[in-house]
């Protein structure tokens, strides 16, 4: 073989480890972001519940608030209808009260219809049930990567064994995730 | 509907949709509330106090309301007490299973003031013999 066919033959080599140093780059990237964005995401939609809730409880506590207001009106208007007032006053009277009583149906309709918070949280939670899954999953799959590494045996019975601590806790907690991360070098 | 000295216990995992039954129950002249956020504390509860009615949500953390309910009707000092499933789980199979384990009356969220109502009235017309 000639010089210039080795030489030929090296550089298409370097070409070939260049593209693939990019495809991996390519696979790393979306790993490393999706084993970062789960717990995160986990955590987003926990505030969201949070404060969604703390919210509706605010406007649920103005709305009973004007429900006793009108409440404290319809008595007024009762004691002023006991005290036999004319014709016209009477029918005034009457029908203040009765719109006042459609305001406090309103009202009700209201807080009855903030129960979406409680039906919307209800969905939430079956999605962080999922991606908690998920992120076993992921846990499970870099447990597996582990094993057939060329690390030390000392290095993965570590890995290992924090991932499977992480596996069988109730919750995957970033930090974790961040420690398990450093340790696979990413 | 019930005397307004009628006792209620509401028990929901969702502090909102206790306190919508709570605005509700008050709106309807009830003032008698207490509230359990799961089927555990709403048994410790019962068994400690004298209640008339129970509105019953299903899916709770500890014990569900259908074990709930299943225990209630299984307790001789509870088993009289109506119940209320008031639950967003609307499948026939559900709330089939919830009359075959002693549900008087079964209300699907999201509901209205007048649903919530109308099934208490009826619940407690038809105990009454009414």
């Given at each position: 073989m000639a010089m210039e066919d080795v030489k030929q033959l090296v550089k298409e080599l370097l070409e070939e480890v260049k593209n693939l140093e990019t495809k991996l780059d390519e696979v790393v990237k979306p790993l490393e972001e999706t084993s970062s964005a789960l717990p995160m995401a986990s955590g987003s939609l926990e505030d969201v519940i949070k404060f969604t809730e703390q919210s509706v409880h605010q406007i649920m506590g103005i709305l009973n608030d004007l429900m006793s207001e009108l409440q404290e009106f319809q008595k007024d208007i009762d004691f002023l209808l006991s005290l036999n007032p004319i014709g016209s006053i009477r029918q005034k009277l009457e029908g203040m009260k009765e719109r006042s009583q459609r305001l406090s149906n309103l009202i009700l309709q209201v807080v009855t219809l903030m129960s979406f918070q409680d039906l919307a949280s209800q969905q939430i939670k079956k999605v962080i049930e999922v991606l908690e899954e998920l992120k076993k999953t992921i846990l499970k799959i870099i447990i597996s990567s582990v094993e057939v590494s060329s690390l030390s045996d000392e290095q993965k019975e570590k890995i290992v064994g924090k991932a499977t601590e992480m596996l069988t806790g109730d919750r995957i907690f970033q930090e974790d995730v961040d420690k398990l991360l450093e340790e696979l070098g990413l | 509907m019930p005397p307004k000295e009628t006792r209620f216990l509401i028990v929901d995992d969702m502090s909102t949709m206790r306190k919508i039954v709570r605005t509700i129950l008050n709106q309807l002249g009830y003032t008698n509330i207490e509230e359990a956020e799961n089927g555990k504390e709403a048994l410790a509860k019962l068994r400690a106090g004298n209640f008339d009615f129970v509105l019953l949500d299903w899916n709770?953390?500890?014990?569900?309301g259908y074990e709930t309910l299943k225990q209630i009707r299984a307790d001789e000092k509870l088993k009289h007490i109506p119940v209320i499933m008031v639950t967003a789980e609307a499948k026939k199979e559900n709330v089939l299973a919830a009359i075959q384990a002693g549900a008087n009356n079964y209300v699907v969220k999201p509901f209205t003031p007048e649903t919530l109502k109308e099934k208490i009235e009826k619940v407690w017309t038809a105990l009454k013999g009414g």
């Open positions: - | 709770m953390p500890e014990m569900d």
